[in-house]
């Protein structure tokens, strides 16, 4: 909140951001205006050097091209006729817009495959015409048409001539070149009346004024070198020793600055060490700085086009690589997929899943393996199955040499034969009516009191059964007593093992030898 | 208005260094012509229990308790300074002026004066206000110096520029 004030006297001093301001727009002002004068002056020359260079450059290949020119004539023996295709040469390009770094090596190349002036200028004449329609440059189409005329009809199928390639073939140059005039004939000059061909045109006269201040410039120097034939060498030499005085100069410099230095430390030995060194400075071997400045240069762009080829080369067979794996991935998962359908690789998964022993189911994983290619893990399976197999028929050869086991059953055929032998004796004999089946004693024979299956057998002479035994016949069992009828008999033999359990009468079972006795 | 004086605060600074007898003759000088001014200021604020009862202190809790009322605060709040103040954002520099500095003593000064005495607090409180202008008026500090009629002003001026003569008298000026 701003306070209730009643001012009686006060004094402008003016904010502080016009203050700030102030300064800041006079020192802006004033480092602009500097900035100025010093881009204008740096950058004026070095524009002004630069476009001479440009302009020397531009008319150095300019003559380079005319002179070439000039030597294929004369090669052809045609010499005679350079002035008039020089003067045929700067008319086409004041009338067509078209610079003489493009007619001159078009000429050349129809020259030097037709090796006629007239021809050649004639040709020129319809490659500026198909340049014009087609926007193809004059230099290529001079080069489409020198083919044609001998015969590689090829590239001019491009312009669109409405001739297939066979009848390009079929017909002779001429014919081709008349086809080619009337179609396209005259384009050239009416492009020249387009805005385009207008600015074709002054592109042409900028060049050929770059090239006349080129001319200036070159022999401006050579005039500063004493004109004539040594004018420019002696102006390159000029130039050599004017580089070489200054930087005698710049090194004598420094030498007196160190001198001076050394003066002020009292080091007097330095002084006359620097003026030694100074008198005996090596001379300076290989290219004069700048020139070697741009030998490295040249140098270090050469190698990093060079390592620039390289990466895009590496970069390609990169490119191809992974190309190739992607493919070889898709190939795998197609595979993959079609396995799903594969009724046998079906049923070994099938049969993976069921009750099967370790022995088999390394037969199918190995099965499997095979029909999917998986060759690692085939090998591997393989290898425990041989080591498997190994073991087994180890095992087969130790049963094998194993000797037979004893037949625990041999000693019953005996007892067989003896109760069959005793069955048939007693069929023979008969039986034996009114004895007393009975057991007498307790003990059995065997004195031990166990039961003994032999004291059963029947009816062995001296045996132990009765007399009645000894004939086979039907048992009678009289009941006498008590005991009156079957039923009375069956019911007392039932109460007497009744009892006989009830008493507590011990028993003695022996399961192995199948004996029994009564304690 | 205030008195525009070009040079003033370069003389205050020439006073100091070269004249310090002067200058702080210079500025008890120019308080003895604004103390009355002050003290009559002081006067018209009024007591606590002249004032809304809702306005004093004590009877405001949270925000409004930092612009309740007391007499004995707002009364301190007036007075004057002769010292030169910052630069305000026009580039003015006050020399020498009065002020209203507490919350309740401003609003005491200035309540009604734009929007006009009416509602339910400007016209319960004691005093009128007075001055030329509506920027001008109030019940306290402006109200003083309305009726001091400018003597206070042409008094503390006159100050100042009799004692730039003296010191230009004393260190051979013009």
Do not use: C, H
Not at chain 1, 429 to 446: D, F, P, R
Not at chain 2, 12 to 37: C, H, M, S, W
């Amino acid at each position: 909140m701003a306070d209730l004030r009643i001012d009686i006297a006060s004094e402008f001093v003016g904010a502080k951001a016009f203050k700030q301001a102030d300064t800041a727009t006079s020192a802006l002002s004033k480092q602009v205006t500097r900035l100025a004068k010093s881009y204008l002056g740096v950058v004026g020359a070095q524009k002004l050097m630069r476009a001479q260079l440009n302009a020397a450059k531009a008319f150095a290949a300019d003559d380079k091209a005319a002179r070439v020119l000039s030597r294929s004539l004369d090669n052809l023996g045609l010499a005679y006729a350079d002035p008039a295709v020089k003067t045929f040469i700067a008319d086409l390009e004041k009338q067509f817009g078209v610079l003489d770094d493009q007619l001159r090596p078009a000429f050349q190349r129809l020259l030097t495959t037709t090796g006629d002036v007239a021809k050649s200028q004639s040709l020129l004449k319809t490659a500026l015409d198909l340049s014009a329609a087609s926007g193809v440059d004059v230099v290529t189409v001079a080069g489409d048409l020198s083919k044609g005329y001998v015969g590689q009809t090829r590239a001019l199928a491009k312009y669109g001539l409405g001739l297939t390639q066979a009848e390009l073939k079929a017909m002779k140059f001429e014919e081709v070149q008349a086809k080619i005039n009337s179609l396209f004939g005259g384009q050239a000059a009416v492009a020249v009346d387009t805005y385009s061909g207008k600015f074709n045109r002054l592109n042409v006269a900028i060049a050929n004024a770059n090239e006349t201040l080129g001319k200036g410039f070159l022999e401006g120097l050579t005039a500063i070198g004493g004109g004539g034939t040594q004018g420019f060498d002696n102006t390159l030499g000029f130039i050599e020793d004017l580089s070489q005085a200054a930087a005698k100069f710049q090194r004598n410099f420094g030498v007196g600055i160190g001198q001076f230095l050394a003066i002020l430390r009292g080091d007097f030995a330095a002084v006359k060490a620097l003026g030694e060194s100074a008198g005996k400075s090596a001379p300076f071997m290989g290219a004069i700085p700048s020139i070697q400045t741009e030998l490295n240069r040249k140098v270090a762009l050469d190698r990093i086009d060079q390592y620039r080829k390289e990466n895009a080369l590496q970069a390609k067979l990169l490119a191809a690589k992974k190309a190739e794996l992607k493919a070889a991935k898709e190939v795998n998962a197609l595979k993959k997929a079609g396995t799903l359908f594969d009724a046998e690789q079906t049923a070994i998964v099938a049969a993976l899943k069921g009750k099967i022993s370790e022995d088999e189911r390394k037969r199918l994983e190995l099965q499997l393996a095979l029909l999917t290619g998986n060759s690692t893990e085939a090998s591997k399976l393989a290898g425990e199955l041989g080591k498997s197999q190994g073991l087994s028929e180890k095992l087969v050869a130790f049963l094998k040499d194993l000797p037979d086991a004893k037949n625990p059953f041999e000693g019953w055929a005996n007892y067989l034969n003896a109760i069959e032998a005793q069955v048939k004796r007693i069929a023979v004999g008969g039986t034996t009516g009114g004895g007393t089946a009975a057991v007498i004693g307790t003990s059995m024979s065997n004195g031990n009191g166990m039961f003994d299956p032999t004291d059963f057998l029947p009816a062995m002479p001296g045996g132990k059964l009765g007399a009645g035994f000894n004939t086979p016949a039907t048992v009678v069992v009289n009941v006498a007593g008590s005991v009156l009828s079957e039923g009375e008999l069956v019911d007392a033999v039932r109460n007497g093992l009744i009892n006989s359990s009830l008493s507590g009468a011990g028993s003695l079972v022996a399961r192995r030898t199948g004996t029994f006795a009564t304690l | 208005m205030p008195t525009k004086i070009v040079g003033a605060t370069n003389l205050r600074k020439a006073l100091k260094q070269f004249t310090p007898d002067l200058a702080k003759e210079t500025t008890i000088e120019i308080g003895n012509f604004l103390k009355p001014v002050v003290k009559n200021a002081r006067g018209f604020i009024p007591s606590n229990s002249e004032i809304p009862s809702g306005w004093l202190v004590g009877n405001q809790k949270g925000k409004w308790e930092r612009v309740a009322f007391d007499a004995a605060v707002a009364r301190r709040g007036i007075g004057y300074k002769t010292t030169p103040s910052k630069p305000n954002r026009r580039g003015f520099k006050s020399l020498v002026y009065i002020s209203n500095k507490t919350a309740a003593g401003a609003i005491y000064e200035t309540a009604g004066r734009k929007s006009g005495i009416d509602g339910r607090f400007s016209p319960r409180l004691p005093g009128q206000l007075a001055g030329p202008s509506q920027k001008s008026q109030g019940r306290a500090m402006f109200k003083a110096w309305e009726q001091d009629q400018g003597k206070a002003k042409g008094a503390v001026l006159q100050a100042i520029f009799n004692s730039a003569a003296k010191f230009n008298a004393r260190t051979g000026g013009k």
